[in-house]
């Protein structure tokens, strides 16, 4: 059985630590496959994405440690698209050079809003608010598919008012 782990960030977007070391925590504990799929600029552009002007530097950072590490460990690199279903062109486009191994298509708003934040449980029950997530998912599906998986399917529970 491979260990590996394909959804990782790194301080390229909201991840603490920066790519190498990353790298070199996945060979000390024994991983064989690692992915970097730090966030997409489009939608994001903030705190928690790779900036615009970054892209560049992350696959060049990315693929200048899958050529220094490439006989401890297998790296990949990889991005995570937030899905929603107005920006599907914009998705496309972020994609249009083929620069990634894997792309991982997750929700992360809904209505404009995380449901991270208070104010998108306002006004819904817990229920609601977790049904909106699932049927913003299937709007997302029928304007967007191209991805290889899709990331962390259970993001809205984390932060449900019960919590």
Excluded at 64 to 81: H, P, R
Excluded at 89 to 118: C, E, M, N, R, T
Aim: aromatic share 12%; charged share 20%; net charge negative.
């Amino acid at each position: 059985m491979q260990l590996f782990n394909l959804h990782t960030h790194s301080n390229f977007s909201d991840g603490k630590a920066n790519a190498e070391d990353v790298v070199i925590e996945a060979i000390n504990q024994g991983m064989e496959v690692l992915g970097f799929s730090d966030h997409s600029p489009v939608p994001f552009e903030n705190s928690f994405a790779i900036k615009n002007n970054e892209v560049h530097n992350y696959i060049t950072t990315i693929k200048s440690l899958k050529e220094k590490y490439q006989d401890k460990i297998q790296i990949l690199t990889g991005i995570e698209l937030g899905l929603q279903p107005h920006i599907a062109k914009d998705l496309s486009q972020v994609l249009a050079a083929g620069i990634y191994d894997f792309v991982i298509g997750s929700v992360h708003v809904i209505d404009h809003i995380d449901p991270y934040f208070k104010e998108y449980w306002d006004g819904k029950t817990e229920f609601q608010g977790i049904l909106r997530y699932y049927e913003n998912i299937l709007e997302c599906l029928d304007a967007y598919t191209d991805f290889d998986v899709f990331g962390h399917l259970d993001y809205v529970v984390r932060y449900g008012p019960t919590q």
